[in-house]
């Protein structure tokens, strides 16, 4: 191995590394990175910024702003009283709700689809006392499923078209992807229909009503007079009110201290965690207090749960900073974090992606701020005026892919449709450039450079060469199962884009050693990391659903080990039928 081909194994390792641990923004490791490559010589200045005018960034750009129009149509609103009245059994109201996640998904990306459905799995939850968990994992794990079929699906298939097209001079159609991704996707979606209905039934089948998730959240309370928690200690509060206190405040500085003597006093202030329904009923016996709302008399007033989307303006933000709330009369009144680490203050928490914040205040500020800041309720705020013609900025998008479908590269086709829509006014390109997802679009572009430095540095033939010295790669069964694996084993820890950059090198390489079509091996790299079942952490999709279906690390694991398995089998099978 050459000094700049160790250089860039030392890079990517530690930028998998650092985007493993989601401490740092996805687009400051991704710069950093990019610049590091430079420096290293691995390529010239004039390539540091070509990702920016790729047409994968380009086309990525464009579904992204697609989306934002599709996601206000409010097409699928009137769905939910259509599922109500259909008869569907549980297990058909999730399996249809997860096939259409997945049938959008096919056209937009995996966010945009699971947060267009989201809302109805949220209602048919409440309408068909269907729990929570047994909808909110599904409709995540189908929008992946669905990014399988199309070439616009995900990311992670656009990049691999255009390592193929830079290969052989011709990449992927539309569709080529669905012959494997589609059986995948229809076996996965039934296969996941059918486990969650066993591993989150409801505790007691005989109640009429759905018991609700149990979700943690963290609150910052006042102690009032004769509350039942004075003359407790803070060691004691797990065990007699089902709390965890992690600090005690009184007269505005901390009380230090073992907890087996730190007694618990009129007026303080307890900051502890524990399930939203032991923090409410010491709320209705008045043993823990929230500070009065200055709204809170208002015939408006409202409290709402929303989630913390990827390309939300609040991540990162201390509470304490959040002005778009302050600013209108809206408190932050109790947090569901995915972080354990807690310290300081209940205002000195800082939001991650999947947070759900409790929003108190009235219902038209609440709304708004959530618009801004775009955080997702989870619960009906003051809706936007539906369109008069939803179904038009579909019919528009469907043509583009349809042209897309026939030959006419994508980022071309889905220009004409951003023009399509722009002309009547369904979109407004300035503020629709302003609300993209730019940390995604940042990594995506700053990873092309690297990702081409391991083909051009020879990276990828030496990692090859050492491969074929353990496993049989000249063997094409070999080689795609050996590729599928990688894939699918990085997946659950960095995003697919990633996955596909670094490994689409590899994967031409084995086609070469082989002398196999790299379309097959190609193929192999996309499904495999796309196919993220595994962990909370390696698809914003997983994050999300996470939080609010309240679920734990390990419900994935439970969850999506038999589809993991079984879409590492049905892939390989498929590519060995349609691709080699």
């Known amino acids: 191995m050459t000094l700049e081909q160790a250089a860039l194994l030392i890079l990517l390792v530690a930028m998998l590394f650092l985007f493993s641990l989601d401490r740092l923004r ?42 934002q129009v599709l996601a206000r149509t409010k097409l699928f609103d009137s769905l939910a009283e259509r599922f109500v009245a259909s008869g569907f059994s549980h297990f058909g109201v999730i399996t249809a709700v997860s096939a259409l996640t997945g049938i959008i998904s096919v056209f937009m990306n995996n966010i945009g689809a699971f947060a267009i459905t989201l809302p109805l799995a949220l209602r048919l939850s409440t309408l068909m006392s ?87 959240i963290v609150v910052e309370r006042s102690i009032p007079e004769h509350s039942s928690l004075i003359g407790a200690t803070l060691a004691q509060c797990p065990e007699r009110f089902g709390i965890q206190p992690h600090a005690l405040i009184r007269g505005g500085t901390f009380v230090f201290g073992p907890l087996e003597q730190s007694v618990i006093q009129p007026n303080d202030i307890l900051l502890a965690q524990g399930a939203d ?18 709204h809170g008399l208002q015939p408006d007033f409202t409290s709402i749960e929303a989630v913390v989307m990827p390309e939300s303006t609040v991540v990162g933000s201390r509470i304490a900073s959040l002005e778009v709330f302050r600013n209108r009369g809206v408190t932050v009144s109790a947090l569901s974090m995915r972080s354990p680490r807690i310290e300081g203050r209940f205002a000195d928490l800082q939001l991650s992606i999947g947070d759900i ?12 701020a959530l618009e801004e800041c775009e955080c997702l309720p989870l619960a009906s705020t003051a809706p936007p ?40 006014g369904y979109l407004n390109i300035r503020h629709a450039m302003a609300d993209l997802n730019w940390p995604i679009i940042i990594m995506l572009a700053a990873m092309i450079p690297i990702g081409q430095a391991v083909a ?50 590899i994967a031409l390489e084995f ?17 495999g990391a796309s ?30 080990w038999p589809l993991t398995l079984a879409g590492y089998i049905l892939t390989l099978i498929l590519i060995t039928v349609f691709w080699l």
């Open 26 to 67: 996805m687009e400051l490791i991704s710069i950093g990175g990019l610049l590091a490559g430079y420096v290293l010589g691995l390529y010239p200045a004039d390539g540091i910024f070509a990702g920016f005018a790729s047409p994968v960034v380009i086309t990525v750009v464009e579904i992204l702003l697609i989306v």
């Open 130 to 216: 269907i729990p929570r968990r047994q909808l909110v994992m599904p409709i995540s794990f189908a929008a992946l499923l669905g990014g399988l079929v199309s070439l616009i699906g995900t990311p992670a298939n656009l990049l691999v078209s255009d390592a193929l097209e830079k290969a052989t001079g011709q990449g992927f159609r539309f569709f080529d992807f669905a012959y494997v991704g589609l059986p995948v996707a229809i076996a996965g979606i039934m296969l996941i229909a059918l486990i969650v209905q066993r591993l989150f039934a409801e505790p007691d089948e005989t109640t009429e009503a759905p018991t609700p998730p149990i979700r943690h």
């Open 277 to 294: 329904s032991a923090f409410a009923d010491l709320a209705a016996s008045q043993a823990l207090v929230p500070d009065a709302h200055p």
């Open 357 to 368: 914040l409790v929003l108190d205040g009235p219902k038209a500020a609440v709304a708004e």
């Open 385 to 424: 005026p539906a369109s008069t013609a939803s179904w038009r900025p579909f019919a528009i998008f469907a043509c583009g892919v349809a042209a897309s479908a026939f030959g006419l590269r994508p980022d071309i086709a889905l220009a004409f449709v951003l023009l399509a829509l722009a002309l009547p």
């Open 456 to 505: 051009t540095t020879g990276m990828a033939e030496t990692i090859a060469t050492w491969l074929s010295l353990v496993f049989p790669i000249v063997n094409p069964l070999w080689g795609i199962a050996l590729v599928l694996f990688l894939a699918m084993a990085l997946t659950p820890f960095v995003n697919n884009a990633t996955v596909a950059i670094v490994l689409a090198p």
């Open 511 to 527: 086609a070469r050693a082989g002398e196999q079509p790299p379309q097959a091996y190609l193929i192999a790299v996309a499904a």
């Open 531 to 560: 196919q993220d079942f595994l962990t909370p952490f390696g698809h914003h999709n997983n994050t999300l659903s996470m939080s609010i279906g309240s679920y734990r690390f390990r419900d994935f694991l439970r969850a999506g």
